[in-house]
């Protein structure tokens, strides 16, 4: 069974940066593309960056090209979230997930990790 544990959250200055990290479980995980999203309170989640595991194509929501990196290893079986010029507006629960090739859908997320973005 797929586990994905998000880790790296915390509460940050406006203008501050966080390195989210997710690992994933078993070793033999191998999804095709993973995401992170983010859902703050009354809001949609929305996702903010996505990777394709093999190659590591990447693509980014509009609001935070140029901020935010996502990143993976895949031999330690991490990805990574670079958020830089966090602002308060960004504040949410970052969950990563992961999606086989067989369906557009992210079907493996972990449980978030919170992000709080003060003024």
């Known amino acids: 069974q797929v586990q994905l544990a998000e880790s790296g959250g915390g509460l940050v200055q406006a203008g501050g940066s966080l390195r989210l990290s997710c690992s994933a479980s078993p070793r033999t995980f191998s999804p095709y593309e993973m995401g992170w999203f983010r859902q703050a309170p009354g809001k949609e989640r929305e996702c903010v960056a996505r990777i394709t595991w093999s190659d590591g194509n990447t693509r980014y929501a509009d609001s935070v090209k140029g901020r935010f990196t996502i990143s993976r290893d895949n031999a330690k079986n991490m990805l990574y979230l670079q958020m830089n010029s966090l602002n308060p507006d960004e504040a949410a629960v970052y969950y990563c997930?992961?999606?086989?090739?067989?369906?557009?859908?992210?079907?493996?997320w972990g449980q978030g990790t919170q992000v709080t973005v003060s003024s």
């Open positions: 997930a992961g999606r086989s090739r067989m369906s557009e859908a992210f079907s493996d």
